[in-house]
């Protein structure tokens, strides 16, 4: 396990071993267990702590320029206070050197889309149906049933 301080108190680690242990947090970003098994084992997962456990991310390699966050997740209790995008500062820094960008899927309803926005993503393409296709239940966010994926990408 490497360790990686960022500030005073809040530390992010890489996770190499039971990644399996930050389940719980993971099927926040992810509803699903088998959709999170497809990529967890092959990417690479950080988790950010203040005090104890706030967020993770997932990220994986795409090819030798993209860098995928194939899951971003906080606490319910603790969105809105900064974490992911302190995790997202972190990512796009240790990643500076070795990729042009990075890419995201979210739901075409969702916060998250907003939220990606905000931090400088742009909208690239849609995968149509993929909720539906994809997931065994029906997800829902605010109100909404998810059906398309949305992609953005920014440059590191």
Same mark, same amino acid.
């Given at each position: /396990?490497? %360790?990686?301080?960022?500030? @005073?108190?809040l530390?992010?680690? $890489? %996770?190499? &071993?039971? $990644?399996k242990?930050?389940?719980?947090l993971l099927?926040? =970003?992810?509803?699903?267990e088998s959709m999170?098994?497809?990529?967890?084992?092959?990417g690479?997962l950080?988790?950010?702590?203040d005090?104890?456990?706030?967020? %993770?991310?997932?990220v994986?390699e795409?090819?030798?320029n993209?860098l &995928?966050?194939?899951?971003?997740?906080t606490? #319910?209790?603790f969105?809105?206070?900064?974490?992911?995008?302190?995790m997202?500062?972190?990512?796009?820094e240790?990643?500076? #050197?070795k990729? $042009?960008?990075?890419i995201i899927?979210?739901?075409d309803?969702?916060?998250?889309l907003?939220?990606y926005? *905000?931090y400088?993503?742009? &909208?690239?393409?849609?995968? *149509?149906?993929?909720?539906?296709d994809?997931?065994?239940?029906?997800?829902? #966010? @605010? =109100?909404? *049933?998810?059906?398309? /994926?949305q992609?953005?990408e920014? &440059?590191?």
């Open positions: /396990m490497q %360790v990686d301080l960022w500030e @005073n108190k530390r992010i680690i $890489k %996770v190499v &071993e039971n $990644k242990d930050y389940l719980d099927l926040l =970003g992810d509803e699903q999170i098994d497809r990529y967890l084992e092959a690479e950080y988790a950010l702590y005090g104890n456990l706030k967020t %993770v991310c997932v994986k795409i090819d030798c993209t &995928e966050i194939k899951n971003l997740a606490y #319910e209790e969105q809105g206070r900064g974490y992911a995008t302190k997202l500062d972190y990512i796009f240790y990643y500076r #050197e990729f $042009k960008k990075i899927g979210t739901g309803a969702s916060l998250a907003s939220f926005k *905000k400088g993503f742009q &909208e690239t393409y849609v995968v *149509k149906n993929f909720f539906i994809h997931y065994d239940h029906d997800i829902i #966010e @605010n =109100g909404c *049933k998810l059906k398309d /994926m992609y953005l920014k &440059e590191i």
